[in-house]
Protein backbone atom coordinates (compact mmCIF):
# COMPACT_ATOMS: atom_id res chain seq x y z
CA UNK A 1 0.00 0.00 0.00
CA UNK A 2 1.15 3.56 -0.67
CA UNK A 3 2.46 5.97 1.58
CA UNK A 4 1.57 9.73 1.17
CA UNK A 5 3.21 12.81 2.98
CA UNK A 6 1.22 15.77 4.51
CA UNK A 7 3.24 18.77 3.39
CA UNK A 8 2.93 22.56 4.73
CA UNK A 9 5.44 25.27 3.58
CA UNK A 10 7.49 21.67 2.21
CA UNK A 11 7.65 20.23 5.23
CA UNK A 12 6.03 16.69 6.08
CA UNK A 13 3.53 16.98 9.41
CA UNK A 14 2.26 13.55 8.72
CA UNK A 15 2.80 10.34 6.90
CA UNK A 16 0.09 7.98 6.29
CA UNK A 17 -0.33 4.38 4.62
CA UNK A 18 -3.71 4.55 2.39
CA UNK A 19 -5.11 3.61 -0.95
CA UNK A 20 -5.04 6.85 -1.90
CA UNK A 21 -4.17 10.49 -0.63
CA UNK A 22 -7.11 12.07 1.58
CA UNK A 23 -8.71 15.32 -0.20
CA UNK A 24 -8.26 17.57 1.84
CA UNK A 25 -4.63 19.49 2.37
CA UNK A 26 -1.54 18.89 0.53
CA UNK A 27 -0.56 15.31 0.12
CA UNK A 28 2.17 13.60 -1.95
CA UNK A 29 2.44 10.34 -2.33
CA UNK A 30 6.25 8.87 -1.48
CA UNK A 31 7.96 7.39 -3.95
CA UNK A 32 11.70 6.00 -4.70
CA UNK A 33 11.92 8.99 -6.70
CA UNK A 34 11.15 11.54 -3.61
CA UNK A 35 13.07 10.19 -1.01
CA UNK A 36 16.64 10.67 -0.09
CA UNK A 37 19.20 8.63 -1.74
CA UNK A 38 21.76 7.56 0.81
CA UNK A 39 24.98 4.88 -0.68
CA UNK A 40 24.67 1.44 0.20
CA UNK A 41 27.11 -1.04 2.46
CA UNK A 42 27.29 -2.71 -1.24
CA UNK A 43 28.00 0.37 -3.07
CA UNK A 44 24.25 0.10 -5.04
CA UNK A 45 22.47 3.24 -3.69
CA UNK A 46 19.68 2.84 -0.90
CA UNK A 47 16.43 5.09 -0.17
CA UNK A 48 15.50 6.59 3.01
CA UNK A 49 12.26 6.74 3.53
CA UNK A 50 11.16 10.22 4.65
CA UNK A 51 8.97 11.33 8.49
CA UNK A 52 7.95 14.17 10.02
CA UNK A 53 10.05 17.16 9.77
CA UNK A 54 11.24 16.29 6.68
CA UNK A 55 11.35 18.72 3.77
CA UNK A 56 10.79 18.73 0.11
CA UNK A 57 14.14 20.10 -1.84
CA UNK A 58 12.15 21.91 -4.66
CA UNK A 59 15.68 22.03 -6.79
CA UNK A 60 16.21 18.33 -6.75
CA UNK A 61 12.53 16.87 -5.84
CA UNK A 62 13.98 14.98 -2.81
CA UNK A 63 13.27 15.28 0.74
CA UNK A 64 15.76 15.75 2.97
CA UNK A 65 16.29 15.09 6.60
CA UNK A 66 16.27 17.90 9.31
CA UNK A 67 20.15 17.83 10.51
CA UNK A 68 20.77 16.66 13.25
CA UNK A 69 20.57 19.01 16.73
CA UNK A 70 24.27 19.09 18.55
CA UNK A 71 22.73 16.57 21.39
CA UNK A 72 22.07 13.85 19.00
CA UNK A 73 25.20 14.58 17.51
CA UNK A 74 26.51 13.96 20.70
CA UNK A 75 24.56 10.59 21.76
CA UNK A 76 25.71 9.27 18.37
CA UNK A 77 29.47 9.85 19.25
CA UNK A 78 28.95 8.77 22.88
CA UNK A 79 27.44 5.29 21.20
CA UNK A 80 30.53 5.10 18.82
CA UNK A 81 32.59 5.38 22.00
CA UNK A 82 30.99 2.65 23.91
CA UNK A 83 30.93 0.29 20.89
CA UNK A 84 34.43 1.00 21.08
CA UNK A 85 35.59 0.28 23.97
CA UNK A 86 37.11 -3.11 23.66
CA UNK A 87 39.59 -1.89 21.48
CA UNK A 88 41.65 -0.17 24.17
CA UNK A 89 41.06 -2.73 26.84
CA UNK A 90 44.33 -4.13 28.40
CA UNK A 91 43.89 -8.10 27.28
CA UNK A 92 42.38 -7.62 23.71
CA UNK A 93 45.81 -8.21 21.74
CA UNK A 94 45.80 -5.59 19.08
CA UNK A 95 49.02 -4.12 17.93
CA UNK A 96 49.99 -1.27 19.26
CA UNK A 97 49.86 0.69 16.10
CA UNK A 98 46.57 -0.47 15.56
CA UNK A 99 45.89 0.62 19.59
CA UNK A 100 46.96 3.94 18.51
CA UNK A 101 44.44 4.43 15.75
CA UNK A 102 41.91 3.32 17.92
CA UNK A 103 42.91 5.94 20.14
CA UNK A 104 42.71 8.50 17.77
CA UNK A 105 39.60 7.86 16.32
CA UNK A 106 37.83 7.94 20.32
CA UNK A 107 39.54 10.99 20.44
CA UNK A 108 38.02 12.33 17.22
CA UNK A 109 34.60 11.44 18.49
CA UNK A 110 35.22 13.38 22.14
CA UNK A 111 36.25 16.36 20.05
CA UNK A 112 32.37 15.92 18.39
CA UNK A 113 31.33 15.79 21.91
CA UNK A 114 32.99 18.75 23.24
CA UNK A 115 32.67 21.05 20.12
CA UNK A 116 28.76 20.03 20.52
CA UNK A 117 27.99 20.84 16.84
CA UNK A 118 24.62 20.79 15.33
CA UNK A 119 24.14 19.66 11.75
CA UNK A 120 25.78 17.26 9.86
CA UNK A 121 28.63 15.52 10.34
CA UNK A 122 31.68 14.02 8.61
CA UNK A 123 32.23 11.04 11.41
CA UNK A 124 35.35 9.52 11.88
CA UNK A 125 35.56 6.19 9.97
CA UNK A 126 36.85 3.02 12.92
CA UNK A 127 39.86 1.51 11.87
CA UNK A 128 40.16 -1.69 11.06
CA UNK A 129 41.41 -4.50 13.72
CA UNK A 130 44.73 -5.92 13.61
CA UNK A 131 45.93 -8.45 15.62
CA UNK A 132 49.00 -9.79 17.11
Do not use: C, H
Amino acid sequence: MPKFAELENNIILNVIIAESAPSSGQWMEITDSVKKIIPGPDGEDEYEVPGLGWTLNTTTGRFESPAATSEENVEEALTRIKRSDWAVLPDVDLTSANVELWKTYRASLRSIIRNQQAGDITWPEPPDEEYV
